[in-house]
C-alpha cells in the first residue's frame, strides 16, 4: 500500500500554523482541529512541525510565560517526510526508527497531506483484513 492510497480514504487536509504564532495560539489550533500536532508553514513550504508532545516538554521547562513565546522556538526544525508513492511499510519504518507520529506528504516540495501512526496501523489493518478474506474465499473454494 501506498501513501496515496493513505491519504485517498483520509483526504488531504493539513492543520497548519505560522511559525511567529504563540503557543497559546497552536493549543487552540490543535484542540479546534482535535490534532495531535500541526504543521509549522513558513513563506517557503514546511519549517517545521509542533506536537502536543513539544508543549508539554516545554511548559515544563520552562513554565506559564511560554504560552506567548512563538511556535518557532519549540518546534522541530528537521522533519521527516515522505511522497505519495511512498509505502507504508517503509514510512511505518521510519516512524518507529525516529520516534515520530506525523509525516507530512510533500509533492514537488509543497505539503499535500499529512500521515500519523494511526494512519498507518489502520492501513496495516486493513491489508490485514484484505488477506484474511483472500484466504477464507481460496479455503472455501477448493
Not at 35 to 42: M, P, Q, T
Not at 49 to 55: A, L
Amino acid at each position: 500500500m501506498r501513501i496515496a492510497d493513505v491519504l485517498r480514504s483520509k483526504g488531504t487536509f493539513v492543520a497548519t500554523v505560522d511559525p511567529d504564532a504563540t503557543v497559546a495560539e497552536l493549543l487552540g489550533r490543535l484542540a479546534e482541529h482535535n490534532v495531535g500536532a500541526l504543521v509549522v508553514a513558513g513563506g517557503d513550504g514546511v519549517a517545521g512541525i509542533v506536537s502536543e508532545r513539544d508543549v508539554v516538554r516545554r511548559l515544563h521547562e520552562r513554565g506559564a510565560q511560554l504560552l506567548g513565546r512563538p511556535v518557532s522556538e519549540i518546534m522541530t526544525k528537521v522533519v521527516a517526510t515522505c511522497g505519495p508513492e511512498d509505502s507504508v511499510d517503509d514510512l511505518s519504518a521510519v516512524m518507529t526508527q525516529r520516534r515520530i507520529r506525523h509525516v507530512p506528504v510533500l509533492v514537488d516540495g509543497k505539503l499535500a497531506g499529512i500521515v500519523s501512526i494511526g494512519d498507518v496501523v489502520k492501513a496495516r489493518m486493513d491489508e490485514l483484513e484484505q488477506s484474511r478474506e483472500q484466504l477464507q474465499a481460496y479455503i472455501s473454494q477448493g
